[in-house]
């Protein structure tokens, strides 16, 4: 019996409040301390800790490093399930256990050579907001604009019910009527409709309301940031990218994983788990891809179809398919802080293909999925297939509420939280077994180096010749990705000897540079039959070293981003 067997808090059925998500990384890390290493990096606003989970024997020893990091957005709350079943699955994999639908030898490189670390929730109080209140929260609870900007929405329960959805108020300049065919469904308004005719408005009340300006709703009403638009990268102020924040990093839960970011150039791939499209989002997030390093582009080629076999999801370019407004691009971004900072394969998932599932044909640019849906003929579809497939979790009932501000309103109407934002609990375990498999199909493409051979041969009397032969057997080469070559922790291999005592060096340098070493992968292969050929550079490399005496050496070969093997051998 395993003894993860029984510990499991039901993640893959449900989504975890805060408490629960805590005691269930607590159970896992008690039960398996050699192997998961569970650290706060920073608390909440509101006191909740930011946990980060390091999975790997020997955490300090530096070596190729995984990232994964979910909700970072409130509502986003089934990525955070997919990062908890990351980690069941590591676990399981560290005692003994098959790794998803990798081979047994590859689930072994992955455990000795490569660490994990998953950050499960990056904003809990936004999230707690919206399992608790189903409050909908952009990244976090909190607001320190200075500056009167007139009346804004703050969300808030106004009949008591516990939740915080929609209020609809009858008015004969609405631009919203109701369903004649599904009660509680709305249309959006037509020429010849007779009404009545209602405006659609947050669930809450109007601050700074001065009793007649009833303002736009806004996804930032009431909260200041967007986790996602807070990251040193292409950061540009308000009013020029919503929701940056008044700082780069001016977030505790940004900053602390900015400053693991930089204290951790190990990290070669880094995926953010974001709700929902059913997509994967990949650099560059400012340019097409014309001017993107042609081997990253390889490298994203190949995770494309990866993407694509896997979870059913396609891939696209951040610039091409994901801006809002044509050739404007977002800014602060995490994921292109990891890769254009860090120098990561990184990228974004938006879990759950909604527009799949309720069976609309998936258009492209990507984008145009979330701005096309309008029409009352699309509104019906997502009713009905909600009523056949989602229990009904979206489309609820109104009910009459006096409203303070606004008088007789209606509350009620739309919970999208359930099969919207996020999957039915009914999907979730597919969803988490996808992105696992996803996963861990990148991570198996880190550099992996090996000294494959270190031998001593005599030279004449007590003189002696060390030979040894560093290999990569990784797919990625030593310096990750072609636009990380210039960065200064993307240094080159260098290979030292150590010498026990009773020996001296006599010829050649302690220390041999040995400049980056590739790995066997990259899409430019030559591999057809009609003129199969190995094109890519020689991934070993020679070193040899003079020595006199008797004694123990040791051999290290090392860089930054990969970290350091060792071999030991005798001379004498």
Known sequence: MNKLDGLSLGFRDKYLRHEELTKQLHLWAEAMPGVMHLESIAKSEQGRDIWLVTIGREPDRVRPAAWMDGN???SEVAGSSACLAVIEDLLRAYAGESLVDLPDAIRDLLVADVLFYVLPRMCPDGAERVLDKRHFVRSNPRDHRMGNQGPYWRHDDVDGDGRSLLMRKLDPTGDFVESKDLPGLMLPREVEDEGPFYRIFPEGFIERFDGFTVPRPSYLSDSETDMNRNFPSMWQAEPTQLGAGAFPTSEPESRAVTEFAVRHPNIFVWLSMHTYGGVYIRPLADKP????DPFDLAVFRQIERWGDAIAGYPTVSNFVEFTYEPDKPLYGDLANFAYAERGA?????????????????????FIKNYE?????????????????????RIIGTWKKVAHPQLGEVEIGGYDPLIGVWNPPYEKLPEVCDQQARFFFRLSAMAPRLVLSEVSVS???????RVHAIVENRGYLPTFVLGSAKCRPFTDPVRARIELGP???????????ELGHIAGWGGNDRSTTPALARSTSEPARRRVEWIVRGKGDISVMVSATRVGCVTEKASVG
Request: glycine share 8%.
């Open 72 to 74: 970072i957005h409130a």
């Open 289 to 292: 891809d014309s001017k993107m």
């Open 345 to 365: 394969i990184g990228f974004v998932c938006e879990i759950w293909d909604f527009f799949r599932q309720v069976g609309f044909e998936v258009v492209r640019p």
């Open 372 to 392: 096309i849906r309008t029409t009352r003929a699309d509104i019906r579809k997502i009713a009905e297939w909600d009523r056949e497939h989602n229990a009904g």
């Open 458 to 464: 005599r030279v004449d009397g007590e003189t002696y």
């Open 502 to 512: 009773g020996l001296e060096l006599c010829a050649g340098p302690a220390e041999h």
